[in-house]
């Protein structure tokens, strides 16, 4: 299992772009990296997956460098709603392979008035 | 859209006494999973299923069973409920590629 390395809080202010970046060095060739936010006492919530390069969706961003040794999540304009925990995991796709993914301590992500 | 529902949302129980939280899902994934999440340890896997009858150990599987005689309901049975099972309890299934996990809205369970 690759094993990443996030940072453990952050804090921003309304409106700003917030790029949250996670290590993994080990990953594997058939890894994709996928991205969550969790809210207090909720369940995490898919946001985003890639596997190279960019990949952008409604409210995220995902930028992958060549080597695919880490990976920055995105969030353009954050706002008070975006304050959550933030999950990297990263792991091989395919619908049985969810006992792959290991969630770590995530990034807190706190956004300011 | 993919949708995961756990019962009750909130419990209180005694030291001892035998309790049962379902989840069940609206789709036809084959892997689910429960994890508990506590202050400061963050999200820990229990038990996960890959299929019908398959089942295997998390990370912490101690005081807990699990059964999938049926693809869609996936129940979490504490057989002995102690207090240091109070926690908040997730499960969850994989969809796979763009998919990801999609989560219960989670049972918070106090054991005095």
């Known amino acids: 299992l690759a094993k990443t390395t996030q940072p453990i809080s952050m804090d921003s202010y309304e409106g700003q772009e917030v790029n949250i970046t996670c290590s993994h060095n080990?990953?594997?060739?058939?890894?994709?990296i996928t991205w969550y936010q969790q809210f207090p006492s909720q369940g995490p919530r898919f946001i985003i997956q890639?596997?190279?390069t960019k990949v952008t969706n409604e409210v995220a961003s995902l930028f992958i460098p060549a080597d695919r040794k880490s990976s920055t999540l995105s969030l353009p304009r954050v706002s008070l709603s975006d304050t959550a925990v933030y999950y990297c995991?990263?792991?091989?796709?395919?619908?049985?392979?969810?006992?792959?993914?290991?969630f770590g301590p995530g990034t807190r992500l706190s956004v300011l008035p | 859209e993919a949708q995961v529902t756990q019962n009750p949302r909130y419990l209180i129980t005694v030291t001892g006494k035998k309790l049962t939280v379902t989840c069940s899902q609206n789709?036809?994934?084959?892997?689910m999973s429960w994890y508990r999440q506590d202050p400061g340890l963050g999200l820990r896997q229990i038990y996960y299923?890959?299929?019908?009858?398959?089942?295997d150990k998390g990370d912490v599987p101690e005081g807990y069973k699990v059964s999938r005689k049926e693809k869609r309901n996936f129940p979490l049975i504490l057989e002995s409920p102690s207090p240091n099972q109070t926690s908040l309890y997730f499960c969850?299934?994989?969809?796979?590629?763009?998919?990801?996990?999609?989560f219960g809205s989670g049972t918070r369970l106090t054991v005095v």
């Open positions: 890639g596997y190279k």
């Open positions: 789709m036809n994934h084959e892997y």
């Open positions: 995991l990263v792991g091989p796709r395919g619908k049985n392979y969810g006992q792959n993914f290991v």
């Open positions: 080990n990953i594997a060739t058939n890894d994709y």
């Open positions: 969850a299934i994989y969809g796979g590629m763009g998919y990801g996990y999609t």
């Open positions: 299923s890959m299929n019908v009858e398959v089942t």
